[in-house]
Nanobody
Framework: QVQLVESGGGLVQPGGSLRLSCAASGSASSIYDMGWYRQAPGKRRELVAQITNSGSTNYADSVKGRFTISGDNAKNTVYLQMNSLKPEDTAVYYC?????????WGQGTQVTVSS
């Protein structure tokens, strides 16, 4: 079992920045990749960014150049640095971790971009 705890969401003005954190515990050594997803009201959950154990990253086109995903293997933590935030980035952001047998989700953290 893997437990995920997210933090760092909040309210920010357009153009501002936030950093989300996702700390994994439990059988964290079995994780082979982690990622951030988001879901806005009335929309499907979508991939924002993901990172593998080897450090390979993948981003949604809508966040390329603005968001950066990184990981700290020693702390079993993944981060999402979000810069130049736009109102359309407003959503609940979820952390996901994958092992060979299943995937795990965090509880979500709200990000609101508004003036």
């Amino acid at each position: 079992q893997v437990q995920l705890v997210e933090s760092g969401g909040g309210l920010v003005q357009p153009g501002g920045s936030l950093r989300l954190s996702c700390a994994a515990s439990g059988s964290a050594s079995s994780i082979y990749d982690m990622g951030w997803y988001r879901q806005a009201p009335g929309k499907r959950r979508e991939l924002v960014a993901q990172i593998t154990n080897s450090g390979s990253t993948n981003y949604a086109d809508s966040v390329k150049g603005r968001f950066t995903i990184s990981g700290d293997n020693a702390k079993n933590t993944v981060y999402l640095q979000m810069n130049s935030l736009k109102p359309e980035d407003t959503a609940v952001y979820y952390c996901r971790a994958r092992t060979l047998s299943r995937q795990y989700w965090g509880q979500g953290t709200q990000v609101t971009v508004s003036s």
